[in-house]
């Protein structure tokens, strides 16, 4: 339940003291109450259904701060089972205390309520927040997160009229409990079609409202369960000038595939004449399904009628297509980041990298039923999150390095893995698809550049084709899927491990992620310092074995 006014002061004043602790203590907080519950939505304009609301809201309340808040976010849990909120994006420096997912946090108990303190440091651009537990996602409870530059740090393109977020994402009929009844029973292993795609919840209602010859900034998140989407706006151009906190050359496009747990940030003039235009979100890469599309509206504050014309088309239905889409995006080498330093100023091409992971995924049946693994190890979720497991010594947890660096043929597994990484290593990840679905990769905690996509089987040779000066960084990386042509396709990757702590590398396939197509990276160094890694948070949650272990 919601806190009583004088409890919330108390808990106000509490947090106030201890604010201090954070780091940039001098800089601005930001602080969020949020009640979490069911309540009956009615997206797809038929059947009332049971959503996940925050403060009565589908979607969630959107959070607004600037490069380096510390955002204080007290979460009460309303709902009949564990809850726990993780913020896709936000690199969570020092302080993956503060990730919310399963292996860094316990979720928060039906009836309790937990506080998380984290800054957006040094990021600017366009992140979501979602439930991680379970299948709360496909119910609703994710919202958008917009990190806005300082005033000192220039973005590389003037000032919008203003600024549009479109959470896009497919949707269901069926409730987030009956789509984990459905996984866990193991028949297929994977979700069935979904019935709608929504744009902000509603399948045709969005409206964006501009002004003619002025020039807006359009904010594209995936917050989908699994499916590919394409957006598009009818008669107008798509100029990229964001993809995920980093800044692109910015090429223009007629529209722009954006992947499970992607974001992309684009600018569009208002220079057509002053009518409605149609937003449109179709779904991509679904075989067998009956195609998915949800529209909103572009209206021109003048219009007093409708565009004529058919809905723009969808781009060709190949993975290829979207493959080449994604590797036109450049990195923008002259920009500032988030500080004042030029992007490229970090010469990420020629640092050599200390070691390879090869990592594929595969869909094996273990004890009877559909699991998802990487390198034959399908991930299993413990009672207590790896994070403490880590942090009070708990023995027979982890399976140390346990999913080997390439996949070795041995029988699948079931498992806990941790790759066991030391800070300020420089490593090449590389994604190796063996199936028939188009993957996508999402790595908490950082940034990564995609050097490279491919088709076949990966092999050393293919460095030869890295793009080693420019390559896109980002932290969600789609892959090719099983071909008749090219039974294989790879996307590689180089980190820079500069964030000590426990960061999740995932399927952002929400069901393949829950089926074990995940596992962990402790990043880290025997000089424990506050300057590498924060304390456990006094307010921790304590659960499984280390329940009553005190902080």
């Known amino acids: 339940m919601a806190p009583p006014p004088a409890a919330a002061a108390a808990l106000a004043a509490c947090i106030l003291a201890v604010a201090a602790t954070l780091a940039g203590a001098d800089d601005p907080y930001r602080f969020f ?130 600024d549009f977020t479109l959470l896009v994402g497919d949707w269901y009929k069926a409730g987030h409990k009956q789509l984990r009844q459905a996984l866990d029973a193991g028949g297929g292993g994977a979700l069935p079609p979904p019935d709608a795609l929504l744009i902000n919840g509603m399948p045709s209602a969005a409206a964006f409202v501009g002004d003619q010859g002025r020039t807006y900034l359009f904010r594209v998140s995936n917050v989908g369960v699994k499916t590919s989407v394409n957006v598009r706006i009818q008669g107008h151009s798509l100029r990229l000038v964001e993809v995920e906190g980093t800044h692109p050359v910015q090429n223009v496009y007629d529209s722009l595939d954006v992947h499970v747990g992607q974001s992309v940030a684009f600018l569009v003039t208002l220079d057509k004449a002053a009518q409605d235009y149609a937003v449109v979100a179709s779904a991509r890469f679904s075989p067998g399904a009956a195609p998915l599309m949800a529209t909103g509206t572009l209206h021109y504050s003048s219009a007093v009628s409708r565009a004529p014309g058919p809905l723009p088309a969808p781009p060709p239905e190949q993975a290829e297509w979207s493959m080449n889409q994604a590797r036109s995006f450049r990195w923008n080498l002259t920009a500032s980041a988030a500080r004042p330093n030029p992007q490229g100023s970090f010469h990420y091409g020629t640092i050599a990298t200390s070691r390879t992971l090869v990592l594929a995924n595969s869909a094996p049946v273990l004890a009877g039923q559909r699991r998802y693994a990487v390198n034959g190890v399908s991930f299993v979720v413990p009672d207590t999150p790896l994070k403490l497991v880590d942090n009070y010594n708990i023995a027979n947890v982890i399976g140390w390095d346990s999913v080997p660096a390439r996949p070795d043929g041995a029988a699948p597994r079931s498992g806990t893995p941790v790759v066991r990484l030391n800070l300020h290593e420089f490593i090449e990840v590389v994604f190796q698809n063996t199936e028939n679905e188009l993957q996508s990769w999402h790595l908490d905690g950082y940034d990564f550049w995609v050097v490279g996509y491919g088709n076949g089987q990966w092999t050393e040779n293919q460095r030869t084709t890295y793009n080693l000066v420019d390559a896109q960084a980002r932290h969600t990386v789609q892959q090719c899927p099983f071909r008749q042509v090219y039974p294989n396709g790879w996307s590689a990757i180089l980190v820079s491990l500069d964030n000590q702590g426990m960061w999740n590398l995932r399927s952002a396939n929400w069901d393949r992620q829950y089926l074990g197509q995940q596992l962990y990276m402790r990043v880290w160094t025997p000089q424990q310092s506050f300057s590498n890694e924060y304390s456990i948070p006094t307010n921790a949650i304590l659960c499984g074995r280390a329940a009553g272990l005190g902080h």
């Not at 503060?98 to 651009?125: E, H, M, R, S, W």
């Open 33 to 162: 109450t949020w009640n979490v519950t069911y309540g009956s939505i009615n997206p797809l304009g038929s059947t009332p259904q049971q959503g996940i609301l925050i403060n009565g809201q589908f979607p969630g309340p959107r959070i607004d701060c600037v490069t380096n808040d510390n955002i204080i976010v007290n979460v009460f849990n309303n709902l009949d089972e564990p809850f726990l909120l993780t913020w896709n994006g936000i690199k969570q420096r020092k302080n993956s205390w503060q990730d919310g997912v399963l292996g860094t946090n316990c979720p928060i108990p039906p009836g309790a309520n937990y506080t998380y303190k984290f800054q957006a440091k040094d990021q600017i651009g366009t992140f979501v927040y979602f439930p991680s537990v379970a299948m709360h996602r496909a119910a609703g409870g994710f919202g958008a997160l917009n990190v806005y530059q300082r005033p000192a740090i220039p973005v590389p393109y003037p000032p919008p009229a203003g």
